[in-house]
C-alpha cells in the first residue's frame, strides 16, 4: 500500500470543499476559511483525521450547482491552521492521492458530504516515462531561467532534473500559469507519461516566448530601451 493510500485507509466519505483552485497530489495549496459551514467542516474534521475533498469547480460555467458524480479531485489534509479572532482561518493543505466522486451523502450536516474512491497513476513503461521527464524538466527550466532574468531575480534555481516524475508533473502543472480547466485535465490523467507529454506540449509551445522577453529585457536594460513592444498571447 502507497503512503497517500495508507493516509485515507478506511475513509470512504468526505466532506467536500468545492473551489475554483486545482489541487495536486503532494503541493501545498494556502486556503482562506470564512463561510459558517466551512469553519463548521474544519472544526469537525480536526477533531477527526484533518482530510477533506477538494474538487475543482467553477460555478460560472458548471451545468449544476454542485461538482457532479464522477468527477475527480484530490484528497486535502489540514497541515497548519491559523484561527483569526472573528472565526475566520487561515489553512495550509497538501495534496494526498485522487478520488472519483461515486454519490453524495446526507448526513445532516450544513457542508456537502460525499462517498468516493481513491486512484493512482496506473503502471507503465519506465523508460518512456523518464525521457518524457528529462524532457520536462529541461524545458521548464528555460522558462524559469527566463522568468528569473525578467524579473530581474538572482537566487540560483532549484535542480528538478531528479524528481520523480509523476511528482515532476504536479509540480509543474501546478506551477505553470495555465487555465484551472487544463490543470483539471492534468489531475485527471492516469498516466504520468501522458501527463508529462501533455506538459511538455504546452511548455514547447510557451519556451521561446519566454526567452524572447527576456533577451529583450536584458537589451533594454544595456542600453535603457529595445526599440520593441512585447506581444503577450
Do not use: W
Not at 460555478?59 to 479572532?85: F, H, W, Y
Not at 532574468?149 to 495555465?178: C, F, G, H, W
Amino acid at each position: 500500500m502507497s503512503e497517500a493510500r495508507d493516509i485515507v485507509s478506511g475513509v470512504n466519505e468526505l466532506p467536500l470543499f468545492p473551489l475554483s483552485v486545482v489541487l495536486f497530489p503532494g503541493l501545498p495549496v494556502p486556503l482562506h476559511i470564512f463561510e459558517p459551514r466551512y469553519r463548521q467542516m474544519l472544526e469537525h474534521i480536526q477533531a477527526s483525521n484533518s482530510l477533506f475533498a477538494l474538487s475543482y469547480f467553477d460555478a460560472s460555467t458548471a451545468e449544476r450547482d454542485v461538482p457532479e458524480v464522477g468527477s475527480i479531485g484530490c484528497v486535502a489534509k489540514v497541515s497548519d491552521t491559523q484561527t483569526l479572532p472573528d472565526g475566520r482561518s487561515n489553512i495550509l493543505v497538501f495534496g494526498v492521492i485522487r478520488y472519483r466522486i461515486e454519490s453524495y451523502v446526507d448526513r445532516g450536516d450544513p457542508y456537502l458530504v460525499v462517498r468516493v474512491t481513491y486512484f493512482e497513476d496506473e503502471d507503465e513503461d519506465q523508460q518512456a516515462v523518464e525521457e518524457n521527464a528529462r524532457a520536462v524538466a529541461e524545458t521548464f527550466t528555460r522558462i524559469a531561467r527566463a522568468v528569473r532574468k525578467i524579473n530581474d531575480e538572482r537566487a540560483q534555481l532549484p535542480d528538478i532534473a531528479a524528481t520523480e516524475p509523476e511528482r515532476l508533473s504536479y509540480m509543474v502543472a501546478s506551477a505553470m500559469e495555465i487555465d484551472g480547466e487544463v490543470q483539471q485535465e492534468l489531475l485527471e490523467i492516469r498516466s504520468t507519461a501522458e501527463r508529462l507529454r501533455r506538459l511538455l506540449e504546452i511548455l514547447e509551445r510557451a519556451v521561446s516566448g519566454y526567452e524572447e522577453r527576456a533577451r529583450i529585457h536584458e537589451l533594454a536594460k544595456g542600453n535603457g530601451h529595445s526599440g520593441k513592444k512585447i506581444e503577450m498571447e
